[in-house]
């Protein structure tokens, strides 16, 4: 299960600012597209609270994929694939059955310990198998979220939320309205703590041996990153709903950029994801106007055909 660790690579300064400047211009188009005509309420209440939600969640997500990556030490892994988002799901139908008029805060933190659980069965399921090939770890993470998904499926049907489950599973901007997307604001705290750590979060992607003799606690690290994950796959799912592939994706394009060092890696990380959420969501809106596609379903066909293509690529060597 390990990870085949690249060189380090240097990129200017003038490139990440160039990324900048990209990200900004993604970002004044998606304030620009859309059905209704520019105005100064329809920015303010719709058109700004959506690309704010887009780039928060995007970055936050694909740091999520990072830090799962190193923490499990293979390339293939992030929340989608492990059965995090698909646990956070069973979490928000499990209190909305409970409590249905439970505040927003509480059926983020249910959803979030839902999630933090499915992420450590997940965890205890690969240190149980005997053979830890790199390919198979996310194949039994996609099954372990297949058994979650249609757990929560028979839940929901019974008790008629499948509507809202499907509202929960695919995500969807189109529905952010100030007020209604703030939540989010969580996430960026999440991603600046993950840049702090992120020098512990390299030695703990070593291995527990390495990263033990080095003087890391191996086990606080682990759980302090996928405490972050938890919390931020929650907090995405409840406001948005679920990106898939988007943590898979960015991360091995930024470990092809730069290495695997996570302090080079978190900004470039951060501005990938938020400028590919951006640019799905402008698909989405174009592709078919004036009707949307979900953000999710057009990084869902771009993140599985990357995906494949990592399981093709790594297949002649296994």
Request: proline share 4%; aromatic share 6%; charged share 10%.
């Given at each position: 299960?390990?990870?085949?660790?690249?060189?380090?690579?240097?990129?200017?300064?003038?490139?990440?600012?160039g990324?900048?400047?990209?990200?900004?211009?993604?970002?004044?188009?998606?304030?620009?597209?859309?059905?209704?005509?520019?105005?100064?309420?329809?920015?303010?209440?719709?058109?700004?609270?959506?690309?704010?939600?887009?780039?928060l969640?995007?970055?936050?997500?694909?740091?999520?994929?990072?830090?799962?990556?190193?923490l499990?030490?293979?390339?293939f892994?992030?929340?989608?694939t492990?059965?995090?988002?698909?646990?956070?799901?069973?979490?928000l139908?499990?209190?909305?059955?409970?409590?249905?008029?439970a505040?927003?805060?509480?059926?983020?933190?249910?959803?979030?310990?839902?999630?933090?659980?499915?992420t450590?069965?997940?965890?205890?399921?690969?240190?149980?198998?005997?053979?830890?090939?790199?390919?198979?770890?996310?194949?039994?993470?996609?099954?372990?979220?297949?058994?979650i998904?249609?757990?929560?499926?028979?839940?929901?049907?019974?008790?008629?939320?499948?509507?809202t489950?499907?509202?929960?599973?695919?995500?969807?901007?189109?529905?952010v309205?100030?007020?209604?997307y703030?939540?989010?604001?969580?996430?960026?705290?999440?991603?600046?703590?993950?840049?702090?750590?992120?020098?512990?979060?390299?030695?703990?992607?070593?291995?527990?041996?390495?990263?033990?003799?080095?003087?890391?606690?191996?086990?606080a690290?682990?759980?302090?990153?996928?405490?972050?994950?938890?919390?931020?796959?929650?907090?995405?799912?409840?406001t948005?709903?679920v990106?898939?592939?988007?943590?898979?994706?960015?991360?091995?394009?930024?470990?092809?950029?730069v290495?695997?060092?996570?302090?080079?890696?978190?900004?470039?990380?951060?501005?990938?994801?938020s400028?590919?959420?951006?640019?799905?969501?402008?698909?989405?809106r174009?592709?078919?106007?004036?009707?949307?596609?979900?953000?999710?379903?057009?990084?869902?066909?771009l993140?599985?055909?990357?995906f494949l293509?990592?399981?093709?690529?790594?297949?002649?060597?296994?």
């Amino acid at each position: 299960m390990t990870v085949t660790r690249t060189a380090a690579r240097t990129t200017p300064p003038t490139a990440l600012v160039g990324g900048v400047v990209g990200l900004l211009v993604l970002a004044g188009v998606s304030l620009m597209v859309g059905v209704a005509e520019v105005s100064w309420e329809v920015l303010w209440v719709s058109r700004v609270p959506r690309t704010v939600a887009l780039v928060l969640a995007g970055a936050a997500l694909a740091v999520c994929g990072l830090l799962m990556q190193l923490l499990v030490r293979n390339r293939f892994v992030e929340p989608s694939t492990v059965g995090t988002t698909e646990a956070a799901g069973l979490g928000l139908v499990v209190i909305t059955l409970l409590a249905p008029g439970a505040p927003l805060m509480a059926k983020m933190g249910t959803a979030a310990l839902f999630a933090l659980a499915g992420t450590w069965l997940f965890l205890r399921v690969v240190r149980l198998m005997p053979v830890r090939e790199t390919i198979l770890v996310p194949l039994i993470g996609l099954m372990l979220g297949g058994v979650i998904a249609a757990m929560t499926t028979f839940l929901a049907f019974h008790h008629d939320l499948l509507q809202t489950l499907n509202s929960w599973m695919t995500g969807d901007f189109s529905g952010v309205l100030r007020g209604r997307y703030e939540l989010l604001w969580l996430v960026a705290g999440l991603v600046v703590i993950a840049f702090v750590a992120a020098d512990r979060f390299t030695v703990a992607g070593m291995g527990e041996t390495f990263s033990t003799n080095a003087g890391l606690d191996h086990r606080a690290v682990v759980g302090i990153g996928l405490g972050i994950v938890s919390v931020v796959s929650a907090v995405v799912v409840v406001t948005v709903g679920v990106i898939p592939f988007l943590g898979l994706v960015v991360p091995n394009v930024v470990s092809a950029m730069v290495g695997d060092n996570a302090r080079r890696g978190l900004p470039w990380v951060a501005l990938l994801g938020s400028g590919l959420v951006l640019a799905c969501d402008i698909v989405g809106r174009l592709v078919r106007y004036p009707y949307e596609i979900p953000v999710g379903t057009v990084m869902g066909v771009l993140g599985a055909a990357f995906f494949l293509h990592l399981l093709l690529r790594r297949a002649p060597r296994a």
